[in-house]
């Protein structure tokens, strides 16, 4: 599976950004897709996960502001991202997992930086 990240930018505090993430190859083996980001100076971490069956999870930060959302005809999978805080700066990465028994095979996009000022 190969990712093509999109969207990020330089936004004032309260603004919003959409990313996209383009996945082409074995799409049909994705068990999930989501976004990761890492903050200048620490751990990446998960932000939004949307599941095959549409099921989404969020980070407790970003639940009322951030929608994962999904287009199965373009394999496009987006975060909608509003009031934006300077704490959502961060390289924010793409993520589509496939399970493959009895592990699991991660795929990633390349960062897209993603930068709020106060």
């Known amino acids: 599976v190969q990712l093509q990240a999109s969207g990020g930018g330089l936004v004032q505090a309260g603004g919003s950004l959409r990313l996209s993430c383009a996945a082409s190859?074995?799409?049909?083996?994705?068990?999930?897709m989501g976004w990761y980001r890492q903050p200048p100076g620490k751990q990446r971490e998960l932000v939004a996960r949307?599941?095959?069956?549409?099921?989404?999870d969020y980070i407790d930060s970003v639940k009322g502001r951030f929608t994962i959302s999904r287009d199965n005809a373009k394999n496009t999978v987006y975060l909608q991202m509003n009031s934006l805080k300077p704490e959502d700066t961060a390289v924010y990465y793409c993520?589509?997992?496939?399970?493959?028994?009895?592990?699991?095979?991660?795929?990633w996009g390349q960062g897209t930086q993603v930068t709020v000022s106060s």
């Open positions: 993520n589509a997992r496939r399970v493959v028994f009895p592990t699991s095979l991660d795929s």
């Open positions: 190859g074995s799409v049909n083996s994705i068990n999930a």
């Open positions: 949307i599941t095959s069956s549409g099921n989404t």
